[in-house]
């Protein structure tokens, strides 16, 4: 797990382990932004990943952060 970075949330004792990418998304979420936004970013930060890819990995990273309760959207 050298470089993968683990989330635990206590309240219903479940993990998710997040790959470079993930960890990018998790760790940029402390500033309010969009999921086309994060892609953006990734699209600059990652080499040889375009748009769209960036776009269902962020979307793949949200629907788990989500599915494990460590992160929810607001009402």
């Not at 470089?3 to 993930?22: G, I, Q, R």
């Not at 500033?31 to 960036?54: K, M, W, Y």
Request: charged share 20%; net charge negative.
């Amino acid at each position: 797990m050298k470089d993968e970075t683990v989330l635990f949330n206590p309240s219903n004792n479940k993990f998710c382990v997040l790959n470079a990418t993930a960890a990018y998304i998790w760790q940029s979420l402390a500033r309010p932004q969009s999921a086309h936004e994060l892609a953006l970013a990734i699209t600059g930060n990652f080499a040889n990943v375009g748009l769209e890819q960036a776009e269902q990995d962020v979307q793949r990273a949200l629907a788990e952060l989500q599915r494990v309760e460590c992160i929810v959207y607001p009402e």
